[in-house]
């Protein structure tokens, strides 16, 4: 089994800043990308920001210049760098992971909650 185990989540007013971690640990193979998803209350699940196993970066639009998404040196981590939080960001926030290429499997984290203040 692959667990992801994510931190980071918190309370911060508008204009503040938080960094959300993910790891991942368990039966893993080969990382191809990893990506935050979130969910704010009666909407659907988007996409937040992605990167692949090649350093391809992928963001939302409601977020790009303000969040920053890296991995970590051992490749089983990645982390979102959230910059100028706004009342729109709230949302529990989801790391995912996929692995494989020719068969590719996706794992989800438990979700950690942002909330921002106005």
């Known amino acids: 089994q692959v667990q992801l185990v994510e931190s980071g989540g918190g309370l911060v007013q508008t204009g503040g800043s938080l960094k959300l971690t993910c790891a991942a640990s368990?039966?893993?193979?080969?990382?191809?990308?990893m990506g935050w998803y979130r969910q704010a209350p009666g909407k659907q699940r988007e996409m937040v920001a992605r990167?692949?196993?090649?350093?391809?970066?992928n963001y939302a639009d409601s977020v790009t210049g303000r969040f920053t998404i890296s991995r970590g040196n051992a490749g089983n981590t990645v982390s979102l760098q959230m910059d100028g939080l706004r009342p729109e960001d709230t949302a529990v926030y989801f790391c995912?992971?996929?692995?494989?290429?020719?068969?590719?499997?996706?794992?989800w984290g438990q979700g950690t909650q942002v909330t921002v203040s106005s």
């Open positions: 990167i692949t196993r090649g350093g391809s970066t």
């Open positions: 995912n992971v996929q692995t494989g290429v020719l068969s590719v499997r996706t794992y």
């Open positions: 368990g039966r893993i193979t080969s990382i191809n990308a």
